[in-house]
């Protein structure tokens, strides 16, 4: 059924569908709605799984890795400083192997204390062995919750989702609201290989040596590999099923582009505006949205761009001495290969900034015409 | 070259069928609480807050389990009649 949906609401019937047993979560904006309407649904009796209040976010994912170690589906929803103090569980979590679902609406950090959209909380979470996917719409970020399940529970690895604040947590857009029957059928319940059981008591994660620890650790990065292609896997049984394909990333006019604008989430969605005004324009324009984060998708993008190509990376984060997050790993992933694309990198938006059309055509022209800098980020300011 | 072998047989996860009561961490302890039980008054204060749970009451006094207490002295602390003091490892 098409509903109009803010994108917390889209992510939380997400989870819904998805029949998530176990929710625990702590409030804060611009997360809130999507745990608000889960508990009113509980209460309401149209959410059949248990909404556990807590006390920070930390307890919440440690109540999930408790949870999901009993073999139930988790789900929880945070942002910003939210996810900063759940980082230590986040290690716990991948470590212990549980394909717990969290989303994260991008939020800034403090300080100074900002509440508008910025990427840099999810990415300081890149190393904790999650997978991360980044929605352009909210659409998206309903279809990328029960994907993510799927994904998650085949790797044995946790998955966050991502969606930009305000500009689609709280922006409404029409979405295509599956049945609980299509749902079903798309994402079968999950069983869990291992789980708690009074009846075989068992120690989980207990102290391991080096030699045990490096060879879980290996393991662990097989799996996390594997998610490039399960991630592909899932998107086009979601596409059969649904009739809305989903990959590692979104290619748009790309095929015979002389220079990309490369970037995530909403930004995508604007950057194919920029893109189709440039073409207008008799420019030869494209965009690649990357859609997986973690693990990323080098072996995809080594195979869409190529030598001759410039790409303009788009980055609404920064890692502090060093550059735009998504830039630095599209750099790393080109590296070393024979035949490479140029890599510029601009950062703009920290913060909320709007990122509009005009300032992303800018961006393209000025990497297509060879006055971008490979060495240093531009740092962008829509004076508009 | 020494690289790590890889196989189908890297485990996932680590597993323990062993109870962490085989773990004696008693050995750890440098520090030992000891009882003087003229002056408890049975208020398992030492019992609620002992982190490693190794204090159990025993006719309405405190039994500590010296195989697994790490002296790490709470219980002592915590004690509102000072019937539990602290004495070195190996004191008599």
Same mark, same amino acid.
């Given at each position: 059924?098409?509903?109009?949906?803010?994108?917390?609401?889209?992510?939380?019937?997400?989870?819904?569908?998805?029949?998530?047993?176990?929710?625990?979560?702590?409030?804060?904006?611009?997360?809130?709605?999507?745990?608000?309407?889960?508990?009113?649904? *509980?209460?309401?009796?149209?959410?059949?799984?248990?909404?556990?209040?807590?006390?920070s976010e930390h307890?919440a994912m440690?109540?999930?890795?408790?949870?999901?170690?009993?073999?139930?589906?988790?789900?929880t929803?945070t942002?910003?400083?939210g996810l900063a103090y759940m980082h230590e569980l986040l290690?716990?979590?991948?470590?212990?192997?549980?394909?717990?679902?969290m989303?994260?609406?991008?939020?800034?950090?403090?300080?100074?204390?900002?509440?508008?959209?910025?990427?840099?909380?999810?990415?300081?979470q890149?190393?904790?062995?999650?997978?991360?996917?980044?929605?352009?719409?909210?659409?998206?970020?309903?279809?990328?919750?029960?994907?993510?399940?799927?994904?998650?529970?085949?790797?044995?690895?946790?998955?966050?989702?991502?969606?930009?604040?305000?500009?689609?947590?709280?922006?409404?857009?029409?979405?295509?609201?599956?049945?609980?029957?299509?749902?079903?059928?798309?994402?079968?319940?999950?069983?869990?290989?291992?789980?708690?059981?009074?009846?075989?008591?068992?120690?989980?994660?207990?102290?391991?040596?080096? $030699?045990?620890?490096?060879?879980?650790?290996?393991?662990?990065?097989?799996?996390?590999?594997?998610? *490039?292609?399960?991630?592909?896997?899932?998107?086009?049984?979601?596409?059969?099923?649904?009739?809305?394909?989903?990959?590692?990333?979104?290619?748009?006019?790309?095929?015979?582009?002389?220079?990309?604008?490369?970037?995530?989430?909403?930004?995508?969605?604007?950057?194919?505006?920029?893109?189709? *005004?440039?073409?207008?324009?008799?420019?030869?324009?494209?965009?690649?949205?990357?859609?997986?984060?973690?693990?990323?998708?080098?072996?995809?993008?080594?195979?869409?761009?190529?030598?001759?190509?410039?790409?303009?990376?788009?980055?609404?984060?920064?890692?502090?001495?060093?550059?735009?997050?998504?830039?630095?790993?599209?750099?790393?992933?080109?590296?070393?290969?024979?035949?490479?694309?140029?890599?510029?990198?601009?950062?703009?938006?920290?913060?909320?900034?709007?990122?509009?059309?005009?300032?992303?055509?800018?961006?393209?022209?000025?990497?297509?015409?060879?006055?971008?800098?490979?060495?240093?980020?531009?740092?962008?300011?829509?004076?508009? | 070259?020494?690289?790590?072998?890889?196989?189908?047989?890297?485990?996932?996860?680590?597993?323990?069928?062993?109870?962490?009561?085989?773990?004696?961490?008693?050995?750890?302890?440098?520090?030992?609480?000891?009882?003087?039980?003229?002056?408890?008054?049975?208020?398992?204060?030492?019992?609620?807050?002992?982190?490693?749970?190794?204090?159990?009451?025993?006719?309405?006094?405190?039994?500590?389990?010296?195989?697994?207490?790490?002296?790490?002295?709470?219980?002592?602390?915590?004690?509102?009649? $000072?019937?539990?003091?602290?004495?070195?490892?190996?004191?008599?």
């Amino acid at each position: 059924m098409r509903k109009v949906l803010m994108g917390n609401h889209a992510a939380t019937l997400g989870a819904v569908l998805a029949r998530a047993q176990v929710v625990a979560a702590y409030p804060i904006t611009p997360a809130t709605q999507v745990v608000e309407l889960i508990a009113e649904m *509980e209460a309401k009796g149209e959410f059949s799984g248990r909404f556990m209040r807590i006390e920070s976010e930390h307890s919440a994912m440690a109540a999930l890795l408790g949870a999901a170690s009993a073999g139930a589906r988790c789900f929880t929803a945070t942002s910003s400083q939210g996810l900063a103090y759940m980082h230590e569980l986040l290690h716990w979590v991948s470590g212990a192997r549980l394909p717990i679902v969290m989303v994260d609406v991008n939020r800034a950090l403090a300080a100074p204390w900002n509440l508008w959209t910025d990427q840099t909380d999810s990415l300081s979470q890149r190393d904790t062995g999650w997978i991360q996917l980044y929605c352009a719409t909210n659409q998206e970020v309903l279809d990328t919750v029960l994907q993510a399940y799927k994904i998650a529970e085949r790797v044995q690895l946790p998955a966050m989702v991502v969606l930009d604040g305000f500009t689609l947590s709280h922006v409404y857009e029409p979405v295509d609201v599956p049945t609980q029957e299509q749902a079903d059928a798309f994402l079968p319940p999950w069983d869990a290989p291992r789980r708690l059981d009074p009846a075989a008591p068992a120690g989980f994660g207990a102290m391991e040596g080096p $030699k045990g620890y490096m060879r879980l650790r290996k393991r662990l990065a097989l799996d996390m590999e594997r998610a *490039e292609d399960e991630t592909e896997r899932a998107g086009a049984e979601f596409g059969r099923e649904f009739g809305r394909d989903y990959g590692v990333i979104e290619t748009y006019r790309t095929a015979d582009a002389d220079t990309v604008l490369l970037t995530s989430g909403a930004v995508g969605s604007t950057a194919k505006q920029a893109v189709d *005004e440039l073409r207008e324009a008799g420019r030869k324009a494209g965009v690649v949205r990357v859609r997986l984060f973690r693990p990323f998708p080098a072996k995809t993008l080594r195979r869409v761009l190529r030598q001759g190509q410039k790409v303009a990376v788009v980055d609404r984060n920064y890692s502090q001495g060093q550059q735009g997050i998504f830039c630095e790993e599209l750099k790393a992933a080109m590296y070393g290969l024979p035949e490479r694309p140029e890599i510029y990198g601009y950062v703009a938006g920290l913060g909320g900034g709007d990122i509009t059309v005009e300032l992303l055509k800018e961006i393209w022209l000025e990497t297509d015409s060879g006055k971008a800098s490979a060495l240093e980020p531009a740092w962008m300011e829509d004076p508009r | 070259m020494p690289r790590l072998k890889i196989d189908e047989n890297l485990p996932v996860v680590h597993v323990s069928d062993r109870s962490t009561l085989e773990n004696l961490t008693g050995s750890w302890r440098t520090m030992a609480p000891r009882l003087r039980p003229e002056k408890c008054t049975g208020c398992m204060l030492c019992w609620k807050y002992c982190p490693d749970a190794c204090i159990e009451m025993i006719d309405g006094r405190p039994v500590i389990d010296m195989d697994h207490c790490k002296g790490c002295g709470i219980c002592v602390a915590e004690c509102p009649p $000072k019937c539990l003091i602290m004495v070195e490892e190996g004191a008599r």
